[in-house]
């Protein structure tokens, strides 16, 4: 039994500080009406923490024609025009329940924290909820070349807090997202759709519950 000491988290972005998961897949619903290509909140999830390339592909495979590179390009903007379009509504208060009482509580104990997120609208996601300055470090969609599962993201996000990634936990609510912090060796704690991962170490409802698993300290197998 070995005694791992946390000394950072790193927070995936949509779905666990802020919903703007609803606004992906109200936007991504728009384009496929659009298409007349079936589509729901079981094949929403498999897009959470996928790049928006990645998630156009898994749409289209449920469409009856096949696309251009150059069609697909116009479906990535229209989409993501849509997409920006509900960030332009995001404000502070619609930060998630506890996420504020949480970060205070691991500031008091000194733990870093990172945001670790395939977007590529991070930091404008993080201007409209005023937490621009907020994390020792930011990861995103515009630092990666694979997205989640592979644990670039979280990699380089650890690396940017001047931690080893056993050092880490990762919060998300992907199952891509688990499966990326796994890849990386860190600890994994699932909220939401995640918690159906079974490789994630902890199950959460309510963000608070990190503060127990991360300042506590854990005993690890
Ligand atoms: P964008 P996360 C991910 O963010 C979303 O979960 C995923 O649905 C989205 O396709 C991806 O970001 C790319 O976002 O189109 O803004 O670059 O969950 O890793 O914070
Ligand atoms: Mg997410």
């Known amino acids: 039994m070995t005694m791992t000491t946390i000394k950072g988290v790193i927070f995936d972005l949509d779905g666990v500080i802020v919903s703007t998961d609803e606004f992906h897949y109200k936007a991504w619903k728009k384009l496929a009406d659009r298409e007349n290509i079936p589509f ?3 094949i929403n999830n498999r897009l959470r923490g996928v790049s928006r390339a990645e998630s156009l592909e898994i749409i ?5 024609k096949e696309y251009t590179d150059s069609q697909k390009q116009e479906m990535l903007e229209f989409k993501n025009d849509i997409y920006k379009e509900s960030l332009s509504e995001l404000k502070r208060y619609d930060i998630l ?3 504020n009482e949480l970060y205070e509580q691991l500031k008091e104990n000194n733990i870093k924290m ?15 909820i005023e937490l621009s300055d907020a994390f020792d470090a930011i990861a995103d969609g515009t630092d990666i070349t694979r997205s989640k599962p592979d644990p670039e993201v979280f990699l380089i996000a650890a690396k940017r807090l001047g931690l080893n990634p056993e050092e880490c936990v990762v919060i998300e609510d992907a199952i891509a997202g688990i499966e990326a912090a796994k890849a ?13 991962c079974d490789k994630a170490d902890y199950r ?12 506590g300290g854990y005993n690890e197998e």
Do not use: P, Y
């Not at 289209?60 to 009856?64: G, P, S, V």
């Open 40 to 42: 729901d909140k079981t």
């Open 60 to 64: 289209l495979e449920k469409a009856k």
């Open 97 to 99: 329940d506890n996420f």
């Open 114 to 128: 990172a945001i670790g997120s395939s977007s590529k609208n991070t930091k404008r996601i993080l201007k409209q």
């Open 184 to 196: 990386g060796q860190m600890t994994a704690i699932a909220i939401n759709d995640a918690k159906n």
């Open 204 to 215: 959460i409802d309510n963000l608070l519950e990190i503060a127990d698993i991360v300042i």
